[in-house]
């Protein structure tokens, strides 16, 4: 007959042989939930990919449009408005419905040149050696108001004094317009 085998080592063996089985068991199943939760997330990742691209494929990016921002800050200091008008011409601004007795109407009127189209301009005019007289009516849904100016010298329509007074013109309806 054989030998009994000793208790004492058989058990040490086996309870080594279960410990090495336990850890082997919990290290698998700890990848495999860490794998399947890799799997889960690069699964939702390249669906959620693929809807944004469709989404943004469908949008028409002309369409959008931006909302326009005007930021006004407040003006500490204003400038003083001087526009620089010859030294010999007398130049007025004046209120509607102050009479001037100035009778030759002007059918091209020298205030029109450099204002925008919807502005309605009528003037007068006295010519004589000495000097030109013109006032120009100026309307537009916003402002009315007259411009008075006698200038000296033999002026006729190609002189350079008209460029001038136009120009004068322009810079007085833009200051009571945005005024």
Partial sequence: MLPKPDKSSKKSSLEQLDFVETIN?????KKKRLSIL?????????SFCFIAY??????????IKIPN???????VFQ??????????WTFEVLSTGTTLSLKTVNPTPYAKKY???????????????????????ISTPKTKFEIYAKIPGNIN???????VFSRLVETFYWHLLNS
């Fill in 69 to 75: 921002l005007s930021l006004k800050l407040p003006t």
């Fill in 38 to 46: 890799i799997f889960l997330f690069l699964t939702v990742g390249v």
């Fill in 54 to 63: 469709r989404q943004i494929k469908n949008t028409n990016f002309e369409q």
């Fill in 115 to 137: 204002l925008p189209n919807g502005v309605v301009v009528s003037e007068k005019t006295n010519s004589t050696p000495d000097y030109l007289e013109i006032v120009s009516s």
């Fill in 25 to 29: 068991d919990a290290d698998k199943t």
């Fill in 79 to 88: 400038s003083k408005f001087s526009p620089d008008i010859p030294q010999n």
């Fill in 157 to 163: 329509s190609s002189s350079p004094e008209i460029d």
